[in-house]
């Protein structure tokens, strides 16, 4: 069982920057793919960026070029920095391992 946590969350105004920050309860070497997804009200839950190794990074379209995923093992912590944010990237985010475990997510709220 591996458990998350999120920080790093909070309101913004467009144009501004984020770093969220996602821990786990083993080490991360452990953890062959992590990533951050998210969720808009009335939305489905949906892939921001993962980082696996011997493979790299993957992003979505929307969010390339703004945000960069990275794990620094060092710190044994998972980050999703987010810059030129857009009120469209609202939503709660969400850290995962392995698209099997889940934290309880972080609210991020640009607005206008």
């Known amino acids: 069982q591996v458990q998350l946590v999120e920080s790093g969350g909070g309101l913004v105004q467009a144009g501004g920057s984020l770093r969220l920050s996602c821990a786990p309860s083993?080490?991360?070497?452990?953890?062959?793919?992590m990533g951050w997804y998210r969720q808009a009200p009335g939305k489905q839950r949906e892939l921001v960026a993962t980082?696996?190794?011997?493979?790299?990074?993957n992003y979505a379209d929307s969010v390339k070029g703004r945000f960069t995923i990275s794990r620094v093992n060092a710190k044994n912590m998972l980050y999703l920095q987010m810059n030129s944010l857009k009120p469209e990237d609202t939503a709660v985010y969400y850290c995962?391992?392995?698209?099997?475990?889940w934290g309880q997510g972080t609210q991020v709220t640009v607005s206008s």
């Open positions: 995962a391992a392995e698209s099997m475990y």
């Open positions: 980082i696996t190794i011997g493979r790299g990074t």
């Open positions: 083993v080490s991360i070497f452990s953890i062959n793919a």
